[in-house]
C-alpha cells in the first residue's frame, strides 16, 4: 500500500556525482525512518544511508563523507546526494521507509569510466 518511487540513477564516471530521489506516498503510518540500500552483482545487500523522522542521519562506513541523506518534509521526499563516486559504488540503490516499506524496482547507479 506504500508507494515509493525511486529516480536519479544512470552513469557517471569516477569522481561524479549523483543524486537519488525517493517519493513515498499513500502511507497509513507516519514513517518513521527511510533507508537507502544496495546491491551489486555478488555482493550482499549494503545499507547506505537512513534519516529518522527527526532527521537524524546514519551512513555506512563505505559512504561516510561522501554521501549525504536529506529530506523534504513538504515534498514526501528524501534525497541522497553522492559525490566522489568510486566504480564500488555501482549497484541498484533501494529506498525503503519504515514501517510499512518494501522492495520496489530501485534505480541502476553505474559508476565507469
Known amino acids: 500500500q506504500v508507494h515509493v518511487v525511486e529516480s536519479g540513477g544512470g552513469l557517471v564516471q569516477p569522481g561524479g556525482s549523483l543524486r537519488l530521489s525517493c517519493t513515498v506516498s499513500?502511507?497509513?503510518?507516519?514513517?518513521?525512518?527511510t533507508s537507502w540500500y544496495r546491491q551489486a552483482p555478488g555482493k550482499e545487500r549494503e545499507m547506505v544511508a537512513s534519516?529518522?523522522?527527526?532527521?537524524?542521519?546514519t551512513y555506512a562506513s563505505s559512504v561516510k563523507g561522501r554521501f549525504t541523506i536529506s529530506r523534504d518534509k513538504a515534498k514526501n521526499t528524501v534525497y541522497l546526494q553522492m559525490n566522489a563516486l568510486k566504480p564500488e559504488d555501482t549497484a541498484v540503490y533501494y529506498c525503503?521507509?519504515?514501517?510499512?516499506?518494501?522492495w520496489g524496482q530501485g534505480t541502476q547507479v553505474t559508476v565507469s569510466s
Open positions: 499513500r502511507s497509513p503510518f507516519s514513517i518513521l525512518t
Open positions: 534519516i529518522t523522522h527527526l532527521g537524524s542521519p
Open positions: 525503503i521507509p519504515q514501517p510499512g516499506g518494501s
